[in-house]
């Protein structure tokens, strides 16, 4: 392996961990917004107002952090196969260390979608959560 290879393969890991970083940061928010969620329902609101806004609240809470999380345990592989490319290659495999990059850039083809798919469920999930809140603080008035 060259000195331009190293580097790239550096550079995907870099990128690696920024999207790794996103989507734990995503999966945090999700969780904290769902018990957000079942805390105004359970404990802040006696009787909440406008109770049909939990369910989609809540469904596009859950599709955001199942994305995230299905998005967290792919990156680890990730990280596993681009380990194992520049062994591969030391050994003389190429043709496993090009599978090994195949699955890679294919995966990162995914994380483009996953990502849409995480950030707009997780708004449409907060504002449908703050227009409830704001409907039963209304009411508080």
Do not use: C
């Not at 909440?48 to 989609?56: D, W, Y």
């Amino acid at each position: 392996m060259d000195k331009k290879e190293e580097e790239e393969l550096e550079k995907l890991g870099e990128v690696q961990k920024f999207q790794f970083d996103y989507f734990k940061l995503m999966t945090t928010l999700n969780m904290a917004f769902i018990t957000a969620l079942i805390a105004l329902v359970k404990g802040v609101f006696e009787t909440p107002k406008a109770i049909f806004l939990v369910t989609p609240a809540f469904i596009f809470l859950m599709i955001s952090l199942l994305v995230s999380l299905l998005t967290l345990v792919n990156i680890g592989n990730i990280i596993l196969w681009m380990k194992g490319i520049p062994v591969y290659l030391k050994g003389g495999e190429e043709e496993k260390a090009e599978g090994l990059a195949k699955k890679v850039m294919d995966a990162f083809d995914s994380f483009g979608i996953l990502q849409k798919i995480a950030i707009y469920s997780f708004g449409l999930g907060a504002l449908v959560l703050l227009a409830f809140a704001v409907r039963n603080f209304w009411d508080l008035i």
